[in-house]
């Protein structure tokens, strides 16, 4: 089993910044991919930025060049730097991993998500 935990969110003004965590934990051989999701009230769940193993990043446009997505592979960690943040940021945002486990088995394993709410 491979667990995911995220970290990070909460209330923040317009034109402010947040720092989102994700620790994975367990039996992992490899993570072949990190992501973070989102999903706003009424909306489904869409990308937002994906790392992988080998640093190829890709972003939303909607967030790029605000939104800095970034890992630490000796951790098991990836991170999601929010900045200028908008009231449309509004979501809860999960991470995604994808990989291997042992004993040599695929997984692609979610958080439970953490509310961001941008908002004055």
């Known amino acids: 089993q491979v667990q995911v935990a995220e970290s990070g969110g909460g209330l923040v003004q317009p034109g402010g910044s947040l720092r989102l965590s994700c620790a994975a934990s367990g039996s992992i051989l490899s993570i072949n991919a990190m992501g973070w999701y989102r999903q706003a009230p009424g909306k489904v769940r869409a990308l937002v930025a994906q790392?992988?193993?080998?640093?190829?990043?890709n972003y939303a446009d909607s967030v790029r060049g605000r939104f800095t997505i970034s890992r630490d592979n000796a951790k098991n960690m990836v991170y999601l730097q929010m900045n200028s943040l908008k009231p449309e940021d509004t979501a809860v945002y999960s991470c995604n991993l994808r990989g291997y486990r042992r004993p040599y088995v695929p997984y692609d394993s979610w958080g439970q998500g953490t509310q961001v709410t941008v908002s004055s």
């Open positions: 790392i992988t193993s080998g640093g190829s990043t």
